[in-house]
């Protein structure tokens, strides 16, 4: 996946597909920075799939995981309620909502 995939699907607002850490994920993206490891970060909201504590909610994944990222057709309009700009864990913001 590159960087500007996952910019592009932000800045869309398009849900997106991946596998990561033992399933398929479908989550609305809504930040892409770094974290104070220097690991590369997606602040997302997960609407369904895999998971191994819970189906939906916000969630933080390590971008390096990610693997089989697709942008789909569908998109979102509404913020989600808890959404806030300059995510606390990243230390550098690539692209934000």
């Given at each position: 996946?590159?960087?500007?995939?996952?910019?592009?699907?932000i800045h869309h607002?398009?849900?997106?597909?991946f596998w990561y850490?033992?399933?398929l994920r479908l989550v609305e993206p809504y930040a892409f920075g770094v974290?104070?490891?220097g690991h590369p970060l997606l602040r997302a909201y997960q609407v369904?799939?895999?998971s191994r504590s819970?189906?939906?909610?916000w969630k933080l994944f390590h971008v390096d995981?990610?693997?089989k990222f697709n942008a789909t057709e569908q998109t979102f309009v509404e913020?989600?309620?808890g959404y806030m700009r300059n995510d606390p864990s990243m230390t550098k913001i690539y692209c934000e909502l």
């Open positions: 996946m590159k960087e500007h995939e996952l910019c592009g699907a607002r398009q849900v997106v597909q850490r033992g399933g974290g104070d490891g369904s799939g895999f819970r189906e939906q909610g995981e990610i693997t913020l989600r309620l």
